[in-house]
């Protein structure tokens, strides 16, 4: 039973870093926390992940230039940074929970605009 709430702010600006916080309670039966995004009109895109117990990470090839995922396991908590942001990196983001093979928890998503 785990549940997950992103945090963080809403408005970033062109060329600074987007940093999102995900917090979870729970973790019976997951073994990766992760991060997805969502563009307007377009499709679900997954940005990343890092495993619960070694902290091994691993990132989509078209963002691991920018993409760092870390997590503090004494707070239960894990973050996204993406760097040099522009405004295609506008989105609804979530955080996510996966067993061994796909996500089996969601955060709800946060909205995330990038403009000056």
């Known amino acids: 039973q785990v549940q997950l709430q992103e945090s963080g702010p809403g408005l970033v600006k062109p060329s600074q870093t987007l940093s999102l916080t995900c917090t979870v309670s729970g973790g019976s039966n997951v073994h990766y926390w992760g991060w997805f995004r969502q563009p307007p009109g377009k499709g679900l895109e997954w940005m990343g992940a890092?495993?619960?117990?070694?902290?091994?990470?691993y990132y989509s090839p078209t963002l691991e230039s920018r993409t760092s995922i870390s997590r503090d396991t004494s707070k239960n908590q894990f973050t996204l940074q993406l760097s040099s942001v522009t405004p295609e990196d506008t989105a609804v983001y979530y955080c996510?929970?996966?067993?061994?093979?796909?996500?089996?928890?969601w955060g709800q998503g946060t909205q995330v605009t990038v403009s000056s």
């Open positions: 890092i495993t619960t117990r070694g902290g091994s990470r």
């Open positions: 996510a929970a996966f067993d061994w093979s796909r996500p089996i928890y």
